[in-house]
């Protein structure tokens, strides 16, 4: 390496140095002044012949333009339909909830390894849960349920309408654009609200408080521990999408009975809560495999395939369904309430919006809310002249007169 680090250079050295004996005709014109080389040197040539720069300029004038295409990113505008069922989703949602959160609350400790063969049923556990926390534990958890549902439902039932209307301009008003929307919502909604419902299902377990079931699940698992069973929450898209596809299918079915008009409230119950029950029952085993993985004992349930064997070889098969019972006692009625509310709401909240029907309300109640603020003002005043009238008598003074 050192010899040739030395012998480089010199070598350059002897090459600049030696004289050409021949010089070659390129080489010639390479040398030669600007103007000779230019002199030789025709332009451009088409067809065997010069274009010269006029030539030239209309050439590449003939040639066609390539115009890029401009890209634009716009934001998708909220319009008056996809606001209304983001409200009437949250509003539904946290209607139902509320509800049937003991029955949230019962499923839940059934499903829990602690309670697996103890022979305990809905109304016993029930009976447990008040004599040990009380009736108010019948209700654990709901305050961050309504906290939760509310962004879920919201999200889930705009995601659901905006794919909806998005693919069935691809796709057509069909079962396979039914059932990749509510894929769509159902994975935006989880994903998003996926460490709520781990907080709420390790407070209904334990009994303790927001901030300390959240800080148990950090000190345990670290962040992700949020989000255990977010894989079975996935796996659980597909019980929304059948519930879907039989929902729109039975509401055609009823629409068409019904002489092309709405659905009616109980119409809407019934739809609602059958597709609900079979899509359930079709695909509940995630939901056991959801409930143990987010337990605190939950290390032993690290995958969804890996949860379902263990559960299947500890527990038989009907460890995979413990908790069905009340769990159907809770779905069916809560999303029948919730389509119901929903279906109804969107459909009359445009008109309401459109019409502006809130504003004799509000200004009834902006000239209630003055009447009363000056009957307020006028009884203080009142009272303050008192005083000042009893001041001025025990100083033989009249403050009214000054």
């Given at each position: 390496?050192?010899?040739?680090?030395?012998?480089f250079?010199?070598?350059?050295a002897?090459l600049?140095?030696?004289?050409?004996?021949?010089?070659s005709a390129?080489t010639?014109?390479?040398r030669?002044?600007?103007?000779?080389f230019?002199?030789?040197?025709?332009?451009?040539?088409?067809?065997?012949?010069?274009?010269?720069?006029?030539?030239?300029?209309?050439?590449?004038?003939?040639m066609p333009?390539?115009?890029?295409?401009?890209?634009?990113?716009t934001l998708?505008?909220?319009s008056?339909?996809?606001?209304?069922?983001m409200?009437a989703?949250?509003?539904?949602?946290?209607f139902a909830?509320a509800?049937?959160?003991?029955l949230e609350v019962?499923?839940?400790?059934l499903?829990?390894?602690a309670?697996?063969?103890?022979?305990?049923?809905?109304?016993?556990?029930?009976s447990?849960?008040?004599a040990?926390?009380?009736?108010?534990?019948?209700y654990?958890g709901?305050?961050?349920?309504?906290?939760?549902?509310?962004?879920?439902?919201?999200?889930?039932?705009?995601a659901?309408?905006?794919?909806?209307?998005?693919?069935?301009?691809?796709l057509?008003d069909?079962p396979?654009?039914?059932?990749?929307?509510?894929?769509?919502?159902?994975?935006?909604?989880s994903t998003?609200?996926?460490p709520?419902?781990?907080?709420?299902t390790?407070m209904?377990l334990?009994g303790?408080?927001?901030v300390?079931s959240?800080?148990?699940?950090?000190?345990?698992?670290?962040?992700?521990?949020?989000?255990?069973?977010?894989?079975?929450?996935?796996w659980?898209?597909s019980e929304?999408?059948?519930?879907?596809?039989?929902?729109?299918?039975?509401k055609?079915?009823?629409?068409?009975?019904?002489?092309?008009?709405?659905?009616?409230?109980?119409?809407y119950?019934i739809a609602?809560?059958g597709t609900?029950?079979?899509a359930?029952?079709?695909?509940?085993?995630h939901?056991?495999v959801?409930?143990?993985?987010?337990?605190?004992?939950?290390?032993?349930?690290?995958?969804?395939l890996?949860s379902?064997t263990?559960?299947a070889?500890?527990?038989?098969?009907k460890?995979l369904?413990s908790?069905?019972?009340?769990?159907?006692?809770r779905?069916v009625p809560?999303?029948a309430?919730?389509f119901?509310?929903?279906?109804l709401?969107s459909?009359?909240?445009?008109?309401?919006?459109?019409?502006r029907?809130?504003?004799?309300?509000v200004?009834?109640?902006q000239?209630?809310?003055?009447?009363?603020?000056?009957?307020?003002?006028?009884?203080l005043l009142?009272?303050?002249?008192?005083?000042?009238?009893?001041?001025?008598?025990?100083?033989?003074?009249?403050f009214?007169a000054?």
């Open positions: 390496m050192k010899s040739i680090r030395v012998w250079p010199i070598a350059l002897m600049a140095s030696a004289p050409s004996a021949e010089v390129d010639a014109a390479l030669a002044p600007p103007n000779a230019l002199g030789t040197f025709s332009g451009p040539t088409f067809n065997g012949s010069p274009l010269g720069h006029d030539g030239l300029a209309a050439l590449l004038h003939k333009k390539v115009e890029l295409p401009n890209f634009q990113l998708p505008k909220l008056t339909a996809s606001v209304c069922n409200a989703g949250g509003i539904a949602g946290a909830t509800i049937t959160c003991p019962i499923k839940t400790q499903q829990a390894r309670n697996v063969g103890s022979g305990l049923h809905s109304l016993s556990m029930a447990k849960i008040i040990e926390r009380g009736p108010k534990g019948l654990r709901l305050s961050l349920s309504l906290v939760g549902i509310i962004p879920t439902r919201s999200c889930y039932f705009w659901y309408g905006a794919s909806k209307t998005a693919l069935t301009g691809v057509g069909c396979v654009t039914h059932m990749l929307s509510a894929v769509a919502a159902g994975g935006l909604s998003v609200t996926c709520l419902w781990v907080v709420k390790r209904q334990q303790t408080s927001l300390d959240t800080k148990g699940i950090v000190a345990q698992n670290g962040v992700k521990g949020l989000y255990r069973g977010l894989k079975a929450s996935y659980g898209l929304g999408a059948l519930q879907f596809l039989l929902y729109e299918k039975v055609t079915a009823m629409k068409e009975a019904n002489n092309g008009e709405d659905l009616t409230t109980w119409q119950l609602a809560g609900k029950g079979v359930s029952i079709l695909t509940y085993p939901e056991v959801r409930t143990r993985m987010r337990e605190a004992a939950g290390s032993r349930y690290q995958s969804m890996q379902i263990l559960i070889k500890e527990e038989g098969r460890g369904y908790g069905l019972g009340p769990h159907l006692m779905v809560n999303t309430l919730m119901m509310s929903f279906e709401l459909r009359h909240l445009p008109t309401i919006l459109e019409e029907a809130w504003e004799p309300h200004d009834n109640l000239r209630v809310a003055a009447v009363r603020m000056a009957h307020l003002q006028n009884s009142q009272n303050s002249l008192a005083k000042f009238d009893k001041l001025g008598d025990g100083a033989g003074m009249n009214r000054v």
